[in-house]
Protein backbone atom coordinates (compact mmCIF):
# COMPACT_ATOMS: atom_id res chain seq x y z
CA UNK A 1 0.00 0.00 0.00
CA UNK A 2 1.21 3.21 -1.00
CA UNK A 3 1.79 5.79 1.84
CA UNK A 4 4.01 8.51 0.40
CA UNK A 5 3.78 10.31 -2.92
CA UNK A 6 6.46 12.99 -3.53
CA UNK A 7 6.80 14.64 -7.05
CA UNK A 8 8.57 17.15 -8.51
CA UNK A 9 6.90 20.41 -9.59
CA UNK A 10 8.19 21.95 -13.04
CA UNK A 11 7.80 19.67 -15.76
CA UNK A 12 6.10 17.01 -13.68
CA UNK A 13 3.10 18.09 -11.13
CA UNK A 14 3.01 21.39 -13.43
CA UNK A 15 1.35 21.83 -16.77
CA UNK A 16 3.17 23.04 -19.67
CA UNK A 17 1.91 27.27 -18.68
CA UNK A 18 3.12 26.19 -14.85
CA UNK A 19 -0.21 25.59 -13.21
CA UNK A 20 -1.55 23.06 -11.28
CA UNK A 21 -3.72 20.31 -13.14
CA UNK A 22 -6.93 20.47 -12.94
CA UNK A 23 -8.34 18.46 -10.67
CA UNK A 24 -5.80 18.39 -7.94
CA UNK A 25 -7.41 19.61 -5.25
CA UNK A 26 -10.19 16.74 -5.55
CA UNK A 27 -7.41 14.18 -5.73
CA UNK A 28 -5.70 15.78 -2.57
CA UNK A 29 -8.39 15.40 -0.62
CA UNK A 30 -8.79 11.79 -1.29
CA UNK A 31 -5.23 11.06 -0.29
CA UNK A 32 -5.79 12.52 2.62
CA UNK A 33 -8.82 11.00 3.07
CA UNK A 34 -6.79 7.71 2.94
CA UNK A 35 -4.14 8.75 4.80
CA UNK A 36 -1.32 9.01 1.88
CA UNK A 37 1.23 12.01 2.58
CA UNK A 38 1.47 13.93 -0.39
CA UNK A 39 4.98 15.76 -0.57
CA UNK A 40 6.30 18.74 -3.58
CA UNK A 41 9.68 18.67 -4.00
CA UNK A 42 11.72 21.29 -6.35
CA UNK A 43 14.36 23.16 -6.64
CA UNK A 44 11.82 26.30 -5.56
CA UNK A 45 12.43 28.11 -2.02
CA UNK A 46 9.84 27.08 0.95
CA UNK A 47 7.96 30.75 0.05
CA UNK A 48 7.85 30.26 -3.71
CA UNK A 49 5.60 26.97 -2.79
CA UNK A 50 3.78 28.50 -0.09
CA UNK A 51 2.61 30.90 -3.07
CA UNK A 52 1.78 27.94 -5.78
CA UNK A 53 -0.44 25.92 -3.68
CA UNK A 54 -2.14 28.67 -1.54
CA UNK A 55 -4.24 27.91 1.51
CA UNK A 56 -4.30 24.13 0.62
CA UNK A 57 -0.16 23.86 1.40
CA UNK A 58 -0.75 23.06 4.56
CA UNK A 59 -1.69 20.07 3.56
CA UNK A 60 1.15 19.41 1.79
CA UNK A 61 4.99 18.67 3.07
CA UNK A 62 7.89 20.24 1.21
CA UNK A 63 11.16 19.09 -0.23
CA UNK A 64 12.66 22.51 -1.23
CA UNK A 65 15.97 24.06 -2.58
CA UNK A 66 16.81 20.80 -4.42
CA UNK A 67 16.47 19.05 -0.79
CA UNK A 68 18.45 21.42 0.87
CA UNK A 69 15.63 22.53 3.59
CA UNK A 70 12.42 20.04 4.27
CA UNK A 71 10.10 21.87 5.88
CA UNK A 72 6.90 19.46 7.19
CA UNK A 73 3.79 20.33 9.14
CA UNK A 74 5.12 24.14 8.88
CA UNK A 75 7.93 23.34 10.73
CA UNK A 76 11.90 22.87 9.43
CA UNK A 77 13.15 19.66 9.90
CA UNK A 78 15.90 19.33 7.84
CA UNK A 79 18.81 22.27 6.36
CA UNK A 80 21.87 21.84 4.82
CA UNK A 81 23.77 25.37 4.66
CA UNK A 82 26.96 25.77 2.63
CA UNK A 83 29.62 26.90 4.03
CA UNK A 84 30.71 30.95 3.24
CA UNK A 85 34.10 29.81 1.86
CA UNK A 86 32.46 27.07 -0.50
CA UNK A 87 30.03 29.96 -1.46
CA UNK A 88 32.72 32.53 -1.95
CA UNK A 89 34.63 30.28 -4.19
CA UNK A 90 31.75 29.56 -6.24
CA UNK A 91 31.03 33.14 -6.47
CA UNK A 92 34.45 33.61 -8.17
CA UNK A 93 34.37 31.05 -10.64
CA UNK A 94 30.47 31.63 -11.70
CA UNK A 95 31.48 35.63 -12.40
CA UNK A 96 34.63 34.46 -14.63
CA UNK A 97 31.78 32.82 -17.06
CA UNK A 98 30.30 35.37 -19.54
CA UNK A 99 26.52 35.54 -19.16
CA UNK A 100 26.10 33.84 -14.99
CA UNK A 101 23.42 35.26 -13.06
CA UNK A 102 24.23 33.66 -9.63
CA UNK A 103 21.40 33.65 -7.26
CA UNK A 104 22.25 32.94 -3.78
CA UNK A 105 19.04 31.47 -1.94
CA UNK A 106 18.36 31.58 1.85
CA UNK A 107 15.12 31.09 4.27
CA UNK A 108 13.56 33.80 3.34
CA UNK A 109 14.40 35.27 0.08
CA UNK A 110 16.96 35.27 -2.74
CA UNK A 111 19.91 37.65 -3.79
CA UNK A 112 21.26 38.47 -6.93
CA UNK A 113 22.90 40.94 -8.74
CA UNK A 114 21.98 43.66 -11.17
CA UNK A 115 21.12 41.61 -14.70
CA UNK A 116 19.16 41.69 -17.81
CA UNK A 117 15.63 41.92 -17.84
CA UNK A 118 15.32 38.63 -19.62
CA UNK A 119 17.25 36.83 -17.05
CA UNK A 120 15.71 38.83 -14.40
CA UNK A 121 12.14 37.78 -15.97
CA UNK A 122 13.16 34.23 -15.31
CA UNK A 123 14.35 34.33 -11.75
CA UNK A 124 11.49 36.18 -10.97
CA UNK A 125 9.21 33.02 -11.80
CA UNK A 126 10.54 30.67 -9.42
CA UNK A 127 12.02 33.63 -6.38
CA UNK A 128 9.31 35.42 -5.21
CA UNK A 129 11.03 36.88 -2.76
CA UNK A 130 13.86 38.32 -4.29
CA UNK A 131 16.33 41.92 -3.13
CA UNK A 132 18.62 42.83 -5.94
CA UNK A 133 22.11 43.45 -4.09
CA UNK A 134 25.23 45.54 -5.51
CA UNK A 135 27.71 42.34 -4.22
CA UNK A 136 26.84 39.28 -3.60
CA UNK A 137 29.75 38.66 -1.32
CA UNK A 138 28.37 40.80 0.88
CA UNK A 139 25.17 38.76 1.75
CA UNK A 140 25.11 37.23 5.04
CA UNK A 141 22.70 34.98 5.65
CA UNK A 142 23.10 31.42 5.61
CA UNK A 143 22.72 29.93 2.10
CA UNK A 144 20.99 26.74 1.30
CA UNK A 145 21.58 26.77 -2.47
CA UNK A 146 23.45 28.35 -4.90
CA UNK A 147 21.62 28.71 -8.36
CA UNK A 148 23.41 29.64 -11.72
CA UNK A 149 20.91 30.91 -14.68
CA UNK A 150 22.52 31.19 -18.11
CA UNK A 151 20.07 31.85 -21.19
CA UNK A 152 22.76 30.79 -23.67
CA UNK A 153 25.48 28.00 -22.68
CA UNK A 154 24.20 26.07 -19.35
CA UNK A 155 24.96 22.49 -20.02
CA UNK A 156 28.03 23.46 -21.57
CA UNK A 157 29.31 25.47 -18.52
CA UNK A 158 27.53 22.67 -15.75
CA UNK A 159 29.93 19.70 -17.43
CA UNK A 160 33.28 22.04 -18.43
CA UNK A 161 33.71 24.56 -15.43
CA UNK A 162 31.37 23.25 -12.62
CA UNK A 163 30.88 19.35 -12.43
CA UNK A 164 35.32 19.46 -12.70
CA UNK A 165 35.66 21.90 -10.52
CA UNK A 166 32.98 21.02 -7.37
CA UNK A 167 31.83 17.59 -8.08
CA UNK A 168 34.34 16.12 -5.33
CA UNK A 169 32.36 18.54 -2.70
CA UNK A 170 29.25 19.81 -3.85
CA UNK A 171 26.28 18.62 -5.00
CA UNK A 172 26.31 20.22 -8.66
CA UNK A 173 23.30 19.52 -11.08
CA UNK A 174 21.35 20.80 -14.01
CA UNK A 175 17.94 21.15 -12.85
CA UNK A 176 16.73 22.77 -16.17
CA UNK A 177 17.46 23.95 -19.40
CA UNK A 178 18.82 27.36 -18.14
CA UNK A 179 19.55 26.06 -14.37
CA UNK A 180 22.47 25.10 -12.49
CA UNK A 181 22.00 23.79 -9.10
CA UNK A 182 24.71 23.65 -6.27
CA UNK A 183 24.53 22.79 -2.68
CA UNK A 184 26.18 20.60 -0.14
CA UNK A 185 27.35 17.19 -1.40
CA UNK A 186 24.41 15.80 1.15
CA UNK A 187 21.90 18.03 -0.18
CA UNK A 188 19.97 16.16 -2.70
CA UNK A 189 16.11 15.38 -3.30
CA UNK A 190 17.16 11.67 -2.36
CA UNK A 191 18.62 12.95 0.98
CA UNK A 192 15.42 14.99 2.18
CA UNK A 193 12.95 12.32 1.31
CA UNK A 194 15.01 9.69 3.01
CA UNK A 195 14.37 11.98 5.89
CA UNK A 196 10.54 12.31 5.63
CA UNK A 197 10.50 8.28 5.14
CA UNK A 198 12.68 7.72 8.40
CA UNK A 199 10.14 10.40 10.03
CA UNK A 200 6.94 8.75 9.12
CA UNK A 201 8.49 4.93 9.07
CA UNK A 202 7.80 4.51 5.53
CA UNK A 203 9.25 2.35 3.14
CA UNK A 204 10.42 2.26 -0.45
CA UNK A 205 8.00 -0.41 -1.03
CA UNK A 206 5.36 2.22 0.16
CA UNK A 207 6.44 5.10 -1.28
CA UNK A 208 5.62 6.54 -5.09
CA UNK A 209 7.60 9.48 -6.89
CA UNK A 210 7.34 11.63 -9.95
CA UNK A 211 10.66 13.30 -11.74
CA UNK A 212 11.61 14.41 -14.76
CA UNK A 213 14.99 16.02 -14.56
CA UNK A 214 18.13 15.42 -13.62
CA UNK A 215 18.30 16.27 -10.42
CA UNK A 216 15.48 13.87 -9.92
CA UNK A 217 17.40 11.15 -9.96
CA UNK A 218 18.06 10.43 -6.11
CA UNK A 219 14.37 10.71 -5.10
CA UNK A 220 13.35 8.53 -7.66
CA UNK A 221 16.27 5.76 -6.50
CA UNK A 222 14.16 5.88 -2.70
CA UNK A 223 10.72 4.85 -4.29
CA UNK A 224 9.35 1.20 -5.69
CA UNK A 225 7.01 3.23 -7.85
CA UNK A 226 9.54 5.34 -9.19
CA UNK A 227 8.17 7.20 -12.21
CA UNK A 228 9.92 9.36 -14.37
CA UNK A 229 7.45 11.70 -16.77
CA UNK A 230 6.92 11.07 -20.75
CA UNK A 231 8.28 14.61 -21.83
CA UNK A 232 11.44 13.87 -20.02
CA UNK A 233 14.61 13.45 -21.95
CA UNK A 234 15.19 9.87 -23.05
CA UNK A 235 18.37 9.29 -20.78
CA UNK A 236 16.14 10.17 -17.75
CA UNK A 237 14.00 7.32 -18.75
CA UNK A 238 16.22 4.62 -17.01
CA UNK A 239 15.93 5.90 -13.42
CA UNK A 240 11.93 4.83 -13.30
CA UNK A 241 10.45 1.34 -12.68
CA UNK A 242 7.65 3.39 -15.24
CA UNK A 243 6.67 6.06 -17.27
CA UNK A 244 4.18 8.68 -16.07
CA UNK A 245 2.30 10.50 -19.19
CA UNK A 246 3.15 13.97 -19.93
CA UNK A 247 2.63 16.89 -17.76
CA UNK A 248 0.61 18.45 -20.35
CA UNK A 249 -1.67 15.18 -19.89
CA UNK A 250 -1.58 15.31 -16.33
CA UNK A 251 0.20 12.07 -15.92
CA UNK A 252 0.68 12.39 -12.07
CA UNK A 253 -2.79 12.65 -11.31
CA UNK A 254 -3.30 9.87 -13.84
CA UNK A 255 -0.60 7.62 -12.39
CA UNK A 256 -2.26 8.39 -8.89
CA UNK A 257 -5.53 7.25 -9.24
CA UNK A 258 -4.06 4.28 -11.12
CA UNK A 259 -1.66 2.66 -8.32
CA UNK A 260 -2.96 5.05 -5.58
CA UNK A 261 -6.36 5.35 -5.17
Known amino acids: MIKLIVTDMDGTLLDEN ?3 PDGFTDILDRLRANDIKLVAASGRPYYTLQTNFGPIGKY ?41 VIILCSANCAYVENCSEEHLSEIKKYYTSLEIVDDLTKVTNPIYKITICNLENSH ?5 FFK ?16 IDISNKNANKGTALQSLMNTYNVSKEETMVFGDYYNDIE ?9 VMENAPEDMKQYGKYIAA ?16
Open 18 to 20: GHL
Open 60 to 100: LSFICENGALVVDNSKVTYESVIDNNIVAEVLDTSKQIDNN
Open 156 to 160: ENLNT
Open 164 to 179: PKFKDKLNVVGSGEIW
Open 219 to 227: MLEQAEYSF
Open 246 to 261: SNKEHGVLRAILEYAL
